[in-house]
């Protein structure tokens, strides 16, 4: 577990990587940052840590109250910093820091109050699909699906998706800033969809298809190898991959198959290979 430090309270700065953040909060009038943490399999006690500051952020796990609330405490969590607080940017930068490479923090800055907020994000890690007879977690706070998983969403449902938002910003698999605009609808102008959250046959294809593609990277080696693209795009491009393996009916043997050969079509090299395809 990486051990987290703080700066002394006298003379304190914001962290060099909250700087930018501090900048845009200032820019849309806001005396917060808001962020989902990711606490997935996190090697760290956040519940507690946050709790030990003083004053402790406002923070609530989002899968409370869901039907994964047995989960909540390693799930994702809605925490709320004040820039005036010195104790809690201090933590907030250490940790950032501590697990840049982990991709466990989703800011956004919103103006809406904190508890209408969590209630909107905890809306949105809840799916249904096939009329509702199934139904799973939505995992968009996740950094790595973020960018794709709130693309699926058009029109009426990415207004609302977007709502509260005036921006988020994240940190890519390259190690990039990114940011998206939101739509930034004031509280009282807002309606909350009455019924769950229904995606059709090609949003869950595209957010599965995509999971796929992570998870290849993972088991076939792809971050031993010398790609002359980033990962961000590398990721990009085995999803390409396998929604052309799925509209081939391709599986097992003929999909890995499929997919080895449209990486050397694709995925051009720049040095000879460390490690081969698993």
């Not at 607080?85 to 490479?101: E, P, Y």
């Not at 799916?127 to 509702?132: I, T, V």
């Not at 799973?136 to 960018?147: E, S, T």
């Not at 993972?218 to 396998?242: A, F, M």
Request: glycine share 6%.
């Amino acid at each position: 577990m990486p051990k987290l430090t703080h700066q002394p309270a006298m003379g304190f700065e914001i962290p060099a990587c909250l700087r930018d953040l501090k900048q845009h909060a200032n820019a849309a009038g806001l005396d917060h940052l808001d962020m989902i943490i990711n606490a997935t399999l996190l090697d760290y006690p956040l519940l507690q840590r946050l709790a030990e500051l003083d004053p402790p952020p406002l923070h609530t796990p989002l899968l409370e109250g869901t039907p994964e609330h047995a989960l909540a405490a390693q799930g994702p969590v809605h925490v709320r910093v004040f820039w005036a607080h010195t104790a809690q940017v201090n933590w907030l930068g250490a940790f950032v820091r501590a697990f840049d490479r982990e991709s466990r923090v989703l800011s956004l800055l919103s103006p809406w109050p904190f508890d209408a907020l969590s209630e909107h994000l905890r809306y949105y890690t809840q799916a249904h699909w096939d009329k509702g007879a199934k139904s799973g977690i939505l995992r968009y706070y996740d950094n790595r699906l973020f960018k794709h998983i709130s693309g699926v969403f058009i029109e009426d449902a990415a207004r609302d998706f977007h709502a509260p938002v005036i921006s988020w910003h994240w940190t890519d698999r390259d190690h990039k800033a990114q940011i998206i605009g939101g739509y930034n609808l004031p509280f009282h102008e807002f309606t909350r969809p009455r019924t769950p959250l229904m995606m059709d046959a090609f949003q869950v294809e595209s957010v599965c298809t995509w999971s796929e593609a992570e998870q290849w990277e993972k088991t076939h080696g792809l971050s031993k190898r010398n790609y002359r693209v980033g990962k961000e795009q590398r990721v990009s491009l085995l999803y390409l991959g396998h929604l052309a393996a799925s509209d081939r009916h391709l599986e097992g043997e003929e999909h890995r198959a499929f997919m080895i050969e449209w990486l050397a079509r694709h995925l051009p090299e720049d040095l000879p290979q460390n490690g081969g395809l698993a």
